[in-house]
């Protein structure tokens, strides 16, 4: 058995998943989720000699990131944890894209790389719908509290990609996590735009990864512009539109670069999706799936907050689980997108299926009195962010 929970992250991710063996946290959230919510489980695991066994950020923006900063920040070294062991993390820094720096940096250069980590991280003004930047001191990013933490980092010291290519999973106590995205063309693309963007600021020359370039990396990256296939939709009146009506692929380069995961433990096994494009997770669904892999699994998690931008009709059509987890609050571009949520339940099935939101919103409300056009069953949960238990299918 697998429990999981999905706290309450607003507009963004954070899941605890337990099994009798093993321990991973993927995402936190904003800070705010991790002092109200993250920190008080942690400490409980801890008090029953319990440790973290994996840590994934799937990626840099500021809803799934504020949360593992705020932890990492409090729990202070791996040999000492102030929380909770943390046997390892993943996270693709600027360490992980590009070879270290070996050359001084010219002072212009300097400047500029100072500018965007005084500029912080970009997030939603938490008082509002407005945006703001959280300040980020040199040396407090993700990448400097893992590696003055000196913890497991990206299986070594934070110098190898978790990507498809380069670590496609690891082994755990009662199981396995493989990685499903991103692949080292997504990595490199968002390594190319940010250098694109360095140059805008005046920066000349090659960067390399230390200290300051690492902190200005994960600053800038939260700034970059976030690029969706289509404007958020309208429940209008009458039966939603088909996806395959407004599906338009999410061209975003951060959400590329989104770990997502198989997690198999305790014969459970779950689609954990980040915020990666529905066209990268196909593409490798497809090549488990000629090794013989199984597509019908307990549990998915639909990427990027249920945006239809992110989950395609050729995904809907290769998967299927009996329980599903939405993440998302609908302050930021009214997510999830109906036509997501009723292409999930359209679809025939010799089971019924369970769609947990940790927010109430108008989709989900919308959902709540939907009659599928196959009539196949399901039920919906919304405002819940109790432990889920996930068990075999029967």
Known sequence: ?????????????????????????????????????????????????????????????????????????????????????????????????????TEPVELNNEIILNTLTQRGYLTPNE??????????????????????GQYDWNEGDGLRRI??????????????????????????ALLVF??????????????????????????????LQEAVGKPPSLISAGRPRQLEEVYRPDTSVTNASSIATLVELDGCRILMLADSPAEDIVHQLKILQAEGCSLLFDAIKISHHGSCSNTNPELLGLVDAPVYFISSDGSRHQHPDVEVLTAIVDRPAAFSRTLYFNYRTPSSDYLQHYTTITGAPFTVEAGTSCWIEIGKRQ
């Open 127 to 148: 008082e509002g719908q407005g945006a703001k930047a959280i300040s980020a001191r040199q040396g407090n990013t993700l990448a400097s509290l893992i590696h003055d």
């Open 1 to 101: 058995m697998l429990n999981i929970r999905m706290y309450p992250a607003r507009n963004g991710d954070a899941f605890l998943l337990c099994a009798d063996r093993a321990t991973l946290l993927i995402d936190g959230g904003y800070s705010s989720t991790f002092n109200n919510y993250i920190v008080d489980d942690l400490r409980k695991l801890a008090s029953e000699g319990q440790a973290l066994d994996l840590v994934i950020n799937t990626h840099i923006d500021a809803d799934h990131i504020g949360g593992i900063l705020r932890f990492l920040s409090i729990n202070g070294a791996a040999a000492r944890p102030e929380i909770i062991q943390i046997k390892r993390i993943w996270h693709n820094s600027l360490r992980s894209l590009t070879a270290p720096q």
């Open 163 to 188: 990507s498809v290519e380069s670590m496609p999973g690891i082994n755990l106590p009662g199981g396995r996590v493989t990685v499903l995205t991103p692949s080292n063309t997504a990595l490199d």
């Open 194 to 223: 940010w250098q694109k963007s360095l140059r805008r600021f005046g920066f000349k020359g090659e960067v390399g990864a230390d200290t300051l370039a690492e902190d200005a990396f994960e600053c800038g990256v939260s700034h």
